[in-house]
């Protein structure tokens, strides 16, 4: 999931459905400026980013039975989305 602000004022968040912005992205709400939009949006997608590079190997590690991170290979969940809140991206 990829946050976006609004193409004209830059005070409106929506969630961004293609991998480009478009007329049909979900709005999620609007704040009082665009460094609060801002903030907003940088945190949520590093978030994402963070989440999206810390899964398991799509095919299980060959010194491993057990699904391994494929950023630290540590047993998933790995620490890192552990502190996140959750396992799941």
């Keep these: 999931m990829k946050f976006r602000t ?3 004022v830059g ?20 704040v ?3 460094d609060q939009a801002n903030i907003v949006v940088n945190a949520v997608n590093a978030m994402a980013t963070i ?3 810390h899964q398991p190997f ?3 590690h060959p010194e ?4 391994l991170c494929r950023t630290c290979e540590q047993i ?3 620490a890192t989305l552990r502190a ?4 799941d991206a």
């Design 6 to 8: 609004g193409r004209k």
């Design 11 to 30: 005070r409106t968040l929506y969630v961004q459905i293609g991998d480009e912005p478009d007329d049909m992205d979900l709005l999620i709400g609007i």
């Design 32 to 34: 009082d400026s665009t």
């Design 51 to 53: 989440r999206e590079l």
């Design 58 to 60: 799509l095919v299980p």
């Design 64 to 67: 491993s039975p057990m699904d």
């Design 76 to 78: 998933h969940p790995c």
């Design 84 to 87: 996140l809140g959750g396992d």
